[in-house]
């Protein structure tokens, strides 16, 4: 595999880092703390710059807070600053990250999405008769450090490029050599690369009539069940001994019956809301208007807010 390389100038080169800022700002400007770095940004920016080209550079602590959508959530986000870096890094790598990955994996990648990603489970529904549905246990927590990094090292060449990205990676963790934080650009690329080689495994030695990733949220298809059980098993052990990652229990199903898959049920006669997501979208409209009458927000940004949670589960097959 050639790797990429001369990737560590572009990253520092102000004109990255000046798309960086645009992009971290991007729905936050009323922010103060957005503000006061956009009014000197040329200065702020080459300080950036200089804390990455003089040494790897010491990340600050994250910021935490939990969200119930609908199990309990940490997301940790880092100073603006350090999100600037993040973009830029983010800005450079992606392409290189993309190469690594098979067509049918859905985050985090332009043109895709969640609704693509249904779509495809649609028609297999359609033409398989049986689903696997694999998800992996605590996956963001459990992401080994190690291994991402030997993984970047197959990918990237350059010493100070990888430096700076195992200062990001080593920046985080829940136990020791483990974890990446939720809510933080870098962490959903870095997971989305983590277990692509259980794609590769899975499509070229396995090889299932169909097959579709969104994250950690997976679904394999087959005409027999017995097939099926075969593939977990075998992933179950690929991801143990090669990801250090564990997998919960398996979902088998038939197809004729809805395969559940990010908050449709998808059948061959059509699709519709799970019952679980028809919650969570009431409740967070209750939330939205609660916002509303108490003053937080105004109607304009209301209706927005209630539109993007009624688009977001439109599904058009």
Not at 42 to 50: G, T
Not at 123 to 152: E, I, P, T, W
Not at 220 to 229: A, C, G, P, Q, Y
Request: a positive charge; charged letters at 30%.
């Amino acid at each position: 595999m050639k790797r990429a390389k001369s990737l560590f100038d572009r990253i520092v080169s102000y004109d990255n880092l000046r798309l960086a800022w645009v992009k971290a700002r991007k729905g936050k400007t009323s922010k103060k703390v957005v503000r006061h770095f956009s009014r000197d940004v040329n200065r702020n920016l080459e300080k950036i710059r200089k804390r990455i080209v003089q040494e790897p550079p010491e990340f600050s602590s994250y910021i935490q807070f939990k969200i119930f959508d609908p199990k309990e959530r940490t997301i940790s986000v880092v100073p603006f600053s350090d999100r600037v870096i993040h973009h830029a890094v983010i800005n450079i790598l992606e392409p290189v990250f993309e190469r690594q990955l098979i067509f049918h994996t859905y985050a985090c990648r332009k043109g895709k999405g969640t609704h693509a990603a249904a779509r495809y489970a649609f028609g297999m529904a359609k033409s398989a008769k049986c689903f696997l549905k694999l998800d992996v246990r605590k996956y963001f927590d459990s992401v080994d450090h190690r291994v991402l990094k030997n993984q970047l090292c197959r990918i990237i060449k350059g010493g100070r490029c990888l430096e700076l990205l195992f200062s990001v990676i080593d920046s985080y963790c829940t136990a020791e050599g483990k974890g990446l934080p939720i809510g933080n650009l870098t962490s959903q690329f870095f997971a989305n690369l983590y277990i692509s080689p259980l794609d590769h495994f899975v499509l070229e030695k396995l090889k299932p009539k169909g097959y579709v990733r969104y994250m950690d949220d997976i679904v394999v298809f087959s005409d027999s069940m017995e097939t099926l059980s075969k593939i977990f098993c075998s992933a179950e052990t690929f991801c143990a001994e090669n990801l250090h990652l564990t997998l919960k229990p398996p979902s088998f199903g038939f197809t004729k019956d809805g395969v559940p898959f990010l908050g449709w049920l998808l059948k061959s006669s059509g699709v519709r809301l799970l019952r679980k997501t028809k919650h969570r979208m009431r409740v967070k409209i209750r939330s939205i208007e609660n916002d509303f009458q108490s003053g937080w927000a105004c109607e304009e940004k209301t209706l927005s807010r209630i539109e993007s949670v009624l688009a977001a589960r439109e599904l058009y097959i």
